[in-house]
């Protein structure tokens, strides 16, 4: 397998590399966040492992960075954080595995083997499409009608993960978790307002309302009617 490996401890990425090497994977090491980022965003690899706490760019970032523009590689993140909310947070942010350090490269080495068994990551995923809403997931860049739509990068992240989940309810509670990262009280009005803004420059002016309100849930996105 060819695996990136973004890992800032310098005595833990050599520890890693050889270890993978021995197993007979081909290895590239990072040692910051902005340079593993960079580095997953232009190759292609068959599994990614990251530090949770990473140099200028964090693991939680790099992961929700590539998921947001449909890759689909493996990603196993490795921490000291070993609490149950941190393992979540990793999970939530698009990773597949977490383990937690020290480990032993046995387990590292069982974990990477079994999700190469999970088979090839689907193709990437480049644009989304709601109707006459047309969502360039590479470019992040939003058209209705051939009609570019300036959105900021929250309003951006509430689009696509609406269009994502078209024709089904999504709640706050999953905006909260998925564009917030849950650090809001859930009685905010925060999401009303965001999606608000957002529906006057999606839905404005179109004919068609594309984000309807779910009363007393959340939201849903449909072509139809």
Not at 13 to 39: P, Q
Not at 49 to 60: F, H, N
Not at 86 to 109: C, H, I
Not at 117 to 131: I, N
Request: proline residues 2%; glycine residues 10%; negative net charge.
């Amino acid at each position: 397998m060819h695996i990136l490996v973004i890992e800032d401890d310098a005595r833990v990425a050599e520890h890693i590399g050889k270890g993978l090497a021995a197993a007979g994977h081909l290895v590239e090491i990072e040692g910051d966040g902005r340079s593993g980022l960079l580095r997953a965003a232009s190759d292609s690899y068959d599994l990614i492992v990251v530090d949770r706490m990473l140099p200028q760019v964090d693991g939680l970032t790099i992961v929700q960075t590539i998921r947001a523009t449909g890759d689909t590689t493996p990603v196993l993140f490795l921490s000291a954080l070993g609490e149950v909310d941190e393992r979540v947070a990793g999970l939530r942010a698009g990773g597949d595995d977490y383990l937690t350090k020290p480990f032993a490269m046995s387990e590292l080495l069982a974990r990477i083997d079994v999700l190469s068994r999970r088979g090839p990551a689907l193709s990437a995923e480049t644009r989304l499409c709601v109707g006459d809403l047309d969502i360039d997931l590479l470019g992040q860049q939003v058209r209705r009608q051939g009609t570019v739509i300036d959105l900021t990068a929250r309003e951006f992240r509430i689009l696509t993960y609406l269009a994502r989940n078209q024709g089904r309810v999504v709640t706050r509670s999953m905006l909260l978790e998925h564009v917030w990262d849950y650090h809001f009280d859930p009685q905010t009005n925060i999401i009303d307002q965001h999606v608000s803004r957002l529906r006057q420059k999606v839905d404005k002016g179109f004919g068609r309302t594309l984000i309807h309100t779910v009363r007393g849930t959340g939201y849903v996105m449909r072509a139809g009617g």
